[in-house]
């Protein structure tokens, strides 16, 4: 497989039940819920995405041959001791992979080779796709009506509100957090408040805001 990545960045995790961990974003071009373009946005089944995907031209982003050379990039990213031993990692390396769609790309191949990089894996999807075993986060965001294939994991992560969805419809899923954010529209402040006001009389449901955006980094 060809791996066509956007972009790549280390940040901190600035959402969900990783809140505050430094990580490599690898981000993947690609969605199978909606192209990504403007003009498809009221007729895609996710019509809310902030994200940009399409392509290879972000920051560190490119098409890669090889699952080790991709992985090789990633690793380029995380910081490494510079006083004795300059390919020792500082801290453990986390990468987490999104999109997009993350699972249309990423396999057991570039799992392995993500490991074998000193990496642990998280995953942000939208749960369509089967997760392929090896992932040690696995969050899932359920969009709209998309058919809901992926029902177990780390981290469930609904988006607050959505007319197609409600909390309700998944608390009975296989999930050891359930996280809930505030839609990012004209109208942020009052969703984040609704949804506020909802973990407080739901405590099953744990509020995730998207701290990078209230400070503005990446």
Not at 36 to 41: A, M, N
Not at 107 to 117: F, P
Not at 171 to 176: K, M, P, S, V
Request: proline share 6%; charged share 20%; net charge negative.
């Amino acid at each position: 497989m060809v791996y066509s990545v956007k972009e790549i960045y280390l940040t901190v995790q600035g959402e969900g039940g990783q809140t505050g961990l430094p990580a490599v974003f690898l981000r993947f071009s690609g969605c199978n819920l909606w192209t990504g373009r403007e003009q498809d946005r009221a007729n895609a089944i996710c019509k809310f995405c902030d994200t940009d995907f399409i392509g290879t031209d972000g920051p560190g982003g490119s098409s890669f041959e090889t699952a080790q050379e991709l992985a090789r990039r990633v690793k380029a990213y995380w910081p490494h001791a510079s006083s004795h031993n300059d390919d020792e990692p500082i801290g453990q390396p986390w990468v987490v992979c999104t999109g997009g769609e993350p699972l249309l790309q990423l396999d057991s191949k570039l799992i392995t080779a993500l490991h074998q990089a000193g990496f642990k894996i998280a995953v942000e999807t939208n749960g369509t796709l089967a997760a392929p075993k090896g992932i040690d986060w696995l969050c899932v965001s359920p969009k709209a009506n998309a058919p809901l294939k992926q029902r177990s994991g780390d981290e469930l992560k609904l988006v607050f509100p959505q007319k197609e969805n409600a909390p309700t419809d998944f608390e009975a899923l296989d999930f050891e957090r359930f996280s809930l954010q505030p839609l990012d529209d004209l109208q942020q402040m009052e969703h984040a408040k609704a949804a506020f006001d909802y973990c407080l009389n739901n405590p099953k449901w744990q509020l995730s805001l998207q701290t990078h955006k209230w400070i503005q980094v990446p």
